[in-house]
């Protein structure tokens, strides 16, 4: 079992989890196929390209740009494919738009 890390920039969220609902790889009311997916807003530290989307936190005492994370859990057999869609789903055409994560997970527990 994986799971499936991304980081991507907030507009292009609804597109990634668009592809994963008609992918059919996904199947989000079942839990089959991928499952447990998540999205969240961050602030990752960076400088970005555009000055726009930059912002300076006063918490942390940095430059920021929001983001967001996806998380998901899958198969080892669905890694590869899920990567290729997230990754095309995500693309913007700029360099270092985003990172897509592969982390083994040893052991899960389903609560009940």
């Not at 920039?9 to 994963?20: D, F």
């Not at 199947?27 to 196929?33: H, P, Q, R, W």
């Not at 998540?38 to 390209?49: A, E, F």
Request: glycine share 6%; charged share 20%; proline share 3%.
């Amino acid at each position: 079992m994986k799971e499936i890390k991304v980081l991507i920039p907030s507009q292009r969220i609804a597109s990634v989890t668009e592809a994963l609902r008609n992918s059919g790889l996904c199947d989000i009311s079942a839990g089959e196929g991928c499952h447990n997916i998540t999205v969240s807003q961050v602030q990752r530290l960076h400088t970005s390209h555009d000055p726009s989307l930059q912002h300076y936190s006063v918490d942390l005492a940095e430059p920021t740009v929001t983001e967001a994370k996806l998380e998901l859990v899958c198969a080892d057999e669905l890694v590869d494919s899920l990567v290729e869609l997230i990754a095309k789903a995500a693309h913007t055409g700029e360099s270092g738009a985003g990172w897509i994560f592969v982390i083994d997970i040893q052991h899960a527990v389903k609560i009940n």
